[in-house]
């Protein structure tokens, strides 16, 4: 496997020194359920990734080995992921019809013959000087390896806890069990009841001739400052970006220099929302601008 081979392009050269990324165990957060009332549901512990799909995942056996022998040159976390992960499966109106392993959920014969919507989840996390934390995606991610994209995106799993829909619950939870995978933000710094759920948006992208997306993505924002402790197996860089550094990234990515790619569902939400929800950011008037009952088919 390889090791945290942080790249970073010239335009963001800086933000990996501050970081100290190292290989280390990463642990999941298991976030407690709620069947009444409408509390968001707590944090209530960790395990290992080792031993998370085995209990959580309700309802479905792991691949056999002829699946997973026909992706042995896959990275061994990522295979994992791959296969243990059950993703939630929607209709168009989001609602809920099933559930799929992420494998599945992400290749284009699938995608193409309409049986792989599924929901996600896309955080943006500014800090208190209103600027967007960006991440690069690993080398060994299956669907768009290196390409930068906003804070966090995932999805939330077919747990009972993450199929929570009143106050977007279950995607709140997801969100912040993610964000601690990935950027080793722990759960004190990241509250679900502060997450702010703004829209939502439904949208299809290939990623190479096997692998896509068709997802009904959560678009998520938060205010705050955290600290960072990026995991090498999925991130391989981090970046602060304002306004005007970002117009330079999207220049670069839209001119090819440097390498800049992003990530097509970064792109759908930096055309579409982010310039005026920035202005809300900066504001502190967030939740006047959310609006959950429209879903956005870009």
């Given at each position: 496997?390889?090791?945290?081979?942080?790249?970073?392009?010239?335009?963001?050269?800086?933000?990996?020194?501050?970081?100290?990324?190292?290989?280390?165990?990463?642990?999941?957060?298991?976030?407690?359920?709620?069947?009444?009332?409408?509390?968001?549901?707590?944090?209530?512990?960790?395990?290992?990734?080792?031993?998370?799909?085995?209990?959580?995942?309700?309802?479905?056996?792991?691949?056999?080995?002829?699946?997973?022998?026909?992706?042995?040159?896959?990275?061994?976390?990522?295979?994992?992921?791959?296969?243990?992960?059950?993703?939630?499966?929607?209709?168009?109106?989001?609602?809920?019809?099933?559930?799929?392993?992420?494998?599945?959920?992400?290749?284009?014969?699938?995608?193409?013959?309409?049986?792989?919507?599924?929901?996600?989840?896309?955080?943006?996390?500014?800090?208190?000087?209103?600027?967007?934390?960006?991440?690069?995606?690993?080398?060994?991610?299956?669907?768009?390896?290196?390409?930068?994209?906003?804070?966090?995106?995932?999805?939330?799993?077919?747990?009972e806890s993450e199929l929570i829909e009143e106050n977007c619950a279950g995607v709140r939870n997801a969100a912040q069990r993610k964000l601690f995978d990935e950027l080793g933000i722990?759960?004190?710094?990241?509250?679900?009841?502060?997450?702010?759920?703004?829209?939502?948006?439904?949208?299809?992208?290939?990623?190479?001739?096997?692998?896509?997306?068709?997802?009904?993505?959560?678009?998520?924002?938060?205010?705050?400052?955290?600290?960072?402790?990026?995991?090498?197996?999925?991130?391989?860089?981090?970046k602060y970006m304002n306004r005007d550094q970002l117009k330079e990234l999207l220049r670069k990515a839209d001119a090819g220099e440097d390498g800049v790619k992003l990530s097509p569902w970064f792109r759908l939400v930096v055309d579409n929302f982010l310039m005026g929800w920035w202005d809300h950011v900066e504001q502190g008037t967030l939740q006047?601008?959310?609006?959950?009952?429209?879903?956005?088919?870009?």
């Amino acid at each position: 496997m390889a090791a945290s081979a942080a790249r970073p392009l010239a335009l963001l050269a800086s933000a990996s020194a501050s970081l100290g990324v190292g290989r280390r165990a990463w642990a999941r957060l298991a976030v407690s359920s709620s069947s009444a009332g409408s509390a968001l549901p707590s944090l209530r512990g960790r395990h290992s990734f080792a031993a998370s799909a085995g209990g959580a995942v309700m309802g479905k056996p792991g691949p056999g080995p002829g699946a997973v022998d026909a992706d042995a040159g896959m990275d061994a976390v990522q295979r994992r992921l791959m296969f243990e992960d059950e993703c939630i499966l929607v209709d168009e109106q989001d609602n809920v019809i099933g559930h799929e392993s992420k494998y599945n959920c992400h290749l284009m014969d699938k995608i193409e013959a309409g049986n792989a919507l599924h929901r996600a989840f896309s955080v943006f996390l500014f800090n208190s000087k209103y600027e967007l934390l960006l991440q690069q995606r690993s080398a060994t991610k299956v669907t768009f390896p290196l390409v930068w994209t906003n804070t966090c995106c995932s999805h939330p799993l077919y747990r009972e806890s993450e199929l929570i829909e009143e106050n977007c619950a279950g995607v709140r939870n997801a969100a912040q069990r993610k964000l601690f995978d990935e950027l080793g933000i722990v759960a004190d710094e990241l509250p679900v009841d502060q997450f702010i759920p703004l829209g939502r948006m439904l949208y299809k992208a290939p990623s190479d001739g096997k692998w896509g997306e068709h997802e009904l993505d959560y678009l998520l924002f938060m205010v705050r400052d955290v600290k960072l402790n990026p995991n090498p197996e999925e991130v391989a860089d981090v970046k602060y970006m304002n306004r005007d550094q970002l117009k330079e990234l999207l220049r670069k990515a839209d001119a090819g220099e440097d390498g800049v790619k992003l990530s097509p569902w970064f792109r759908l939400v930096v055309d579409n929302f982010l310039m005026g929800w920035w202005d809300h950011v900066e504001q502190g008037t967030l939740q006047g601008a959310a609006d959950m009952k429209t879903i956005h088919k870009l």
